[in-house]
């Protein structure tokens, strides 16, 4: 198997259905971004000990989403051959694991520095560069048709992975500095 | 507490002031950028050592003023209910640390690769992030007003990152090893 | 020797050759994101561990050649004081490189998740990084004369850290997961 084709030497590279796009298209950064979260994720799971491996089976299962979320974005969404494959229902599975892990974390009313442990503060990462995949997914957005689920999901992502971080640091005994010139910020 | 508020799943977000935008505006595209580096230092700050402990203040200090940093560009700087906050005395501040650094690591003529030892190798992913944020807060300035402290805190700051990673170095006897090719670069 | 110049504190700076350019030009992004990767590599090497260390002087290669592919990505093609130095024959180098992993790893047929041990995790981080940083020198390319070897590289590169962080898995018996929704996709 021979992985460089050399067919993308001079800029040009094909997307699913087969249509040439200069590689600065909207929609190769797009999921080029989604490619860069995913590997963020992969760190984050090499990172998980002992009191953390519980997280592992649900960071690979995003892992296997954001594969599903780049298919969708790799295509058109009028190509008569390809149909999107996103499924929805992982919004919810995603707002299930927010909920549980916010009840148990301490509650904070002000904004808190992104860190503590390695595993947090990957997680921390994983979360803003989810929220740069967002902002290239509206980029795209502006002048192309998406999978509209692929954005709630996204956004919902980030949200997940604040809450994720918490409570990684949580069950590492670490516990999250507050940014100290914070208004009341979460109800 | 509900972190995920729905409200963004469109792809359009508030900012301090509560005027609406595209998430891909200039404007989020730049606090967005420093919320990702927040999360860079709060790598680093996890990588702290017995020798580098020494740096654990400052940088949960740079953690804290990058949120001052990110209030100021999350609103207009014309809103007349919410002044900027960013302090320039920060700035000299940051000086006074880089001559510090500068005068103890061995003196180069020559650019350096960007690695180490993991801390260091992360500060210099900090110090080329916030190059990133630069250049983002620029594209910001070229239309709309912000404000001046702030970029010149970012400037200082990426100059910052590289004394502290040949500190960090330094301070765990690891050498920079110098770029090949370079010219006489450092006077 | 004081490396803050502040010349740069309101948002412009020169490249090689002396040209003013305002900090976030197309390509000020290119040379830019060019050093943000070679710091992912250098973090890549400080993980190294005793089973992968046969990767230290080949990935110390990378680096250099990276700054050979950012000076000539910081001047103008046009400069007549200032030649191309990026050296071509790297691009066979790489490819006698990916060929040699390629041989070796357990063939795959379909996508794999982007992770494995903390090195291989840092190396997909490397490749997608890689693929951002050729999407801006398309960018730039779509209006500038660029050297087009240092393009031809750059594709070649992201194959190049695909190659190894399936190395870098399979020196370490860690073995890669598949993507379950993967269509057949290697040939
Ligand atoms: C989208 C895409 C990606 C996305 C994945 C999307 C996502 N879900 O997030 C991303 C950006 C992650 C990606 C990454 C990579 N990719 Co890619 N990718 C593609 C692309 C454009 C589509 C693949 C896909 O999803 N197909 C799904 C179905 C729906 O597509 P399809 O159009 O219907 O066609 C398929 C079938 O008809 C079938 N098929 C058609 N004819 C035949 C004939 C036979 C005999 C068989 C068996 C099958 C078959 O195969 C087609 C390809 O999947 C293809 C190029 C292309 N246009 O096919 C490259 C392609 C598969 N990628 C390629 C490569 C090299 C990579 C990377 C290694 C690049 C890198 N250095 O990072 C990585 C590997 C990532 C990993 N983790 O494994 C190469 C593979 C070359 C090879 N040896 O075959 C391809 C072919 C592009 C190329 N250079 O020509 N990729
Ligand atoms: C700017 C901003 C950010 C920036 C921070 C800016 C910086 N310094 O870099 C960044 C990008 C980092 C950020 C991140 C996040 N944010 Co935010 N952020 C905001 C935003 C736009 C302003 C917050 C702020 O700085 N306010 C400062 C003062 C000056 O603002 P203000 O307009 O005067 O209004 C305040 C007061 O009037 C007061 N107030 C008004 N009425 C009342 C009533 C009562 C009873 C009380 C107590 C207070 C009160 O509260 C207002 C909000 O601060 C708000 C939305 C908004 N427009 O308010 C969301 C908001 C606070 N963020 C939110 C969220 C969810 C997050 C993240 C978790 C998102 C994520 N997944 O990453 C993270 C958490 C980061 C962390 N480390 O803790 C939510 C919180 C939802 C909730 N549960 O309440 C908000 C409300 C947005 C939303 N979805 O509606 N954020
Ligand atoms: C391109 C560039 C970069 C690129 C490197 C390019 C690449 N290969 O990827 C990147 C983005 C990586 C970079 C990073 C940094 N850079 Co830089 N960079 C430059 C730049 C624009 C050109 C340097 C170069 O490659 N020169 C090569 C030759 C071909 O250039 P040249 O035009 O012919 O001129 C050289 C000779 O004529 C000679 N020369 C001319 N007159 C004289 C006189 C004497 C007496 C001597 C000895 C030599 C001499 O020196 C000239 C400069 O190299 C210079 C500014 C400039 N315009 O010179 C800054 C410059 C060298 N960088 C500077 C700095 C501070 C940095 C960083 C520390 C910034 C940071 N915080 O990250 C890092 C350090 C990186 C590292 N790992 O060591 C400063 C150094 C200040 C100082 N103390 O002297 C400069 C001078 C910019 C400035 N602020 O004015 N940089
Ligand atoms: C918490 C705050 O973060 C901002 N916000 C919302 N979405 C994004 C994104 N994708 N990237 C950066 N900032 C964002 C909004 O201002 C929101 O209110
Ligand atoms: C050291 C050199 O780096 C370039 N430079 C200055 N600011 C930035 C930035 N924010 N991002 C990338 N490159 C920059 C200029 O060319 C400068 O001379
Ligand atoms: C493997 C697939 O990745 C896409 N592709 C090719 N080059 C890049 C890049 N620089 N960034 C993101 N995606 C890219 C193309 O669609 C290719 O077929
Ligand atoms: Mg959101
Ligand atoms: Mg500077
Ligand atoms: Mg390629």
């Known amino acids: 198997m021979n992985i460089y084709t050399k067919t993308g030497d001079k800029g040009k590279t094909r997307i699913i ?5 200069a590689k600065d298209d909207d929609r190769i950064e797009a999921y080029g971004s989604v490619d860069e979260l995913n590997s963020d994720v992969g760190l984050a799971i090499s990172l998980l000990g002992e009191k953390t491996n519980s997280l592992h089976d649900e960071l690979e299962e995003i892992q296997q989403l954001l594969f599903d979320a780049g298919h969708d974005l790799a295509m058109l969404a009028d190509d008569q051959n390809h149909p999107f494959i996103f499924d929805p229902a992982s919004i919810t599975w995603l707002e299930k694991k ?7 974390v301490p509650p904070i009313k002000k904004f808190i520095l992104p860190g503590g442990t390695r595993l947090a503060s990957t997680l921390h990462i994983a979360r803003t560069v989810t929220r740069r995949v967002e902002r290239r997914i509206v980029a795209l957005q502006s002048h192309s ?33 507050v940014y100290r010139n914070s208004h009341t910020i979460f109800r």
Chains 1, 2, 3 share one sequence.
């Open 98 to 104: 927010i909920d549980q892990y916010m009840k148990v």
């Open 145 to 177: 048709k998406i999978n509209p689920d692929v954005l709630v999901f996204i956004n919902r992502l980030s949200d997940y992975f604040f809450a994720c971080a918490r409570y990684a640091n949580f069950l590492d005994h670490q516990s999250d500095v």
């Open 17 to 21: 259905g087969k249509k040439v796009l």
